[in-house]
């Protein structure tokens, strides 16, 4: 059971390049989260979905784009990537609720630095 | 969403409690308290949550004030393995299930 999985682990961009992270579960979770976290930072999320087929803008959705094109998968673009970018991006998955306090569960995130 | 306030960082003793407090003055009445942990290097990990009464399990034990303003996550032996950020979390019953992420309280585990 490998839980969530976050690929790549590290990459390295030029400013305008584009490029995409995927994310996968295994857990059948209805619900998975981008969230990008900067130095001493906590965590602010981009974009989520709640289903296949439906996302939903996060605090911080500009200059991303996502989908979730299969349950198990979620996708997070970046069409031209920004210095203001450079980040560590992790993904999270949970049940849906019914019940609100369904604990999520994340990813070992994606380093990325934009050149 | 209601806001926490937690000590930026805290240490312990290897072997010994440790109490992180939290402080959540307008907290509503349905917010339920979370907290996770993120350990070095990686995704934050959920540790215990709790509405009013106070709620144990492996990992820690959660004390919730009675007037629900302030609570403490409490690990009752500290190992290494323990030294992480910890962060308390509101959760309103409302909403896609979001997380709000504040600074947290980094623990320094001693050996």
């Known amino acids: 059971n490998a839980g969530v999985t976050q690929t790549p682990k590290f990459r390295v961009l030029k400013t305008g390049q584009s490029m995409t992270l995927l994310c996968a579960q295994d857990?059948?979770?209805?619900?998975m989260y981008w969230y990008r976290q900067d130095p001493g930072m906590g965590l602010r999320l981009i974009h989520y979905?709640?289903?296949?087929?439906?996302?939903a803008k996060g605090e911080v959705p500009d200059g991303y784009n996502v989908s979730r094109l299969k349950k198990q998968n979620f996708l997070l673009g970046l069409e031209s990537a920004a210095p203001s970018q450079t980040s560590v991006y992790f993904c999270?998955?949970?049940?849906?609720?019914?019940?609100?306090?369904?604990?999520?569960?994340f990813g070992d995130g994606t380093r990325l630095s934009i050149l | 969403d209601a806001k926490t306030t937690q000590p930026n960082s805290m240490e312990s003793n290897e072997e010994e409690p440790v109490h992180l407090p939290c402080n959540h003055s307008?907290?509503?009445?349905?917010?339920?308290i979370h907290w996770y942990r993120q350990l070095p290097s990686q995704g934050p990990e959920y540790v215990i949550h709790?509405?009013?009464s106070n709620v144990n399990n492996r990992m820690a034990s959660l004390a919730i004030a009675e007037d629900r303003k302030s609570s403490t996550l409490i690990l009752h032996r500290a190992t290494l393995r323990d030294a992480a950020v910890y962060y308390c979390?509101?959760?309103?019953?409302?909403?896609?299930?979001?997380?709000?992420f504040g600074t947290g309280t980094r623990l320094t585990v001693i050996p």
């Open positions: 999270a998955s949970s049940y849906r609720f019914g019940d609100f306090n369904q604990p999520q569960h």
């Open positions: 857990m059948n979770h209805e619900y």
């Open positions: 979905s709640v289903g296949e087929g439906t996302t």
């Open positions: 307008t907290i509503s009445g349905t917010d339920y």
């Open positions: 709790g509405l009013t």
């Open positions: 979390i509101l959760r309103e019953q409302t909403g896609a299930n979001n997380l709000f």
